[in-house]
T-cell receptor
Framework: EIVLTQSPGTLSLSPGERATLSCRAS???????LAWYQQKPGQAPRLLIF???SRATGIPDRFSGSGSGTDFTLTISRLEPEDFAVYYC??????????FGQGTKLRIK | EVRLVETGGDLIQPGGSLRLSCAAS????????MSWVRQAPGKGLEWVSV???????YYADSVKGRFTVSRDSSKNTLYLQMESLRDDDTAVYYC??????????WGQGTMVIVAS
């Protein structure tokens, strides 16, 4: 099973700042099947990025994904107040097994 | 509109059984990979199971042999039959549509509490 480790655990920033969230895999992620989700309290997760760098429908272009192999990054170029939430990365290994990272909490400084 | 609605969550004693339902609208569950994902209180997300369009099923090791995923195409509904429930199965259970290795549509979740 591929283990995903996200860092930092908590990130404190101010609106307007740039956020960089990291996701590291224990082995190479198959065919670039790496996704990012945003989750707010009491809500279901929302898909932001799939296939490492493709934005899901309706996701603003301030969200971008990058990386390859075992190291991936979600960048939020300029934080809006509604961006403060928990973010998860997720991989699909191609053997019909999916894993999530433990999450990064993005909080207002 | 594409939508998923889960029902069936409850308070259940350890060792008990429960069936969750996930009604889909706006798309056909039999045409897509459909998964269950759970989230224990205050914890992260854990993938539980997937049902492929070709009827193949796969499970996380933590539920293998105890949980069964199925669908009723006539009702456009996905199910999760849970047996031999344990305290650590306590979680919000989400159904989600799989696409390109990710989950692009999620339901609102249904809460399962396993406690005596």
């Amino acid at each position: 099973e591929i283990v995903l480790t996200q860092s930092p655990g908590t990130l404190s920033l101010s609106p307007g700042e740039r956020a960089t969230l990291s996701c590291r895999a224990s082995q190479s992620v198959s065919s670039g099947y790496l996704a990012w989700y945003q989750q707010k309290p009491g809500q279901a997760p929302r898909l932001l990025i799939f296939g490492v760098s493709s934005r899901a429908t309706g996701i603003p272009d301030r969200f971008s994904g990058s990386g390859s192999g075992t190291d991936f990054t979600l960048t939020i170029s300029r934080l809006e107040p509604e961006d403060f939430a928990v973010y998860y990365c997720q991989q699909y290994s191609g053997t019909l097994s999916y894993t999530f990272g433990q999450g990064t909490k993005l909080r207002i400084k | 509109e594409v939508r998923l609605v889960e029902t069936g969550g409850d308070l259940i004693q350890p060792g008990g059984s429960l069936r969750l339902s996930c009604a889909a609208s706006g798309f056909t569950v039999s045409s897509d990979y459909m998964s269950w994902v759970r989230q224990a209180p205050g914890k992260g997300l854990e993938w539980v199971s997937v049902l492929q369009s070709n009827d193949m099923t796969y499970y996380a090791d933590s539920v293998k042999g105890r949980f069964t995923v199925s669908r009723d195409s006539s009702k456009n509904t996905l199910y999760l039959q849970m047996e031999s429930l344990r305290d650590d199965d306590t979680a919000v259970y989400y159904c989600a549509r799989g696409a390109r290795g990710a989950f692009d549509v999620w339901g609102q979740g249904t809460m399962v509490i396993v406690a005596s």
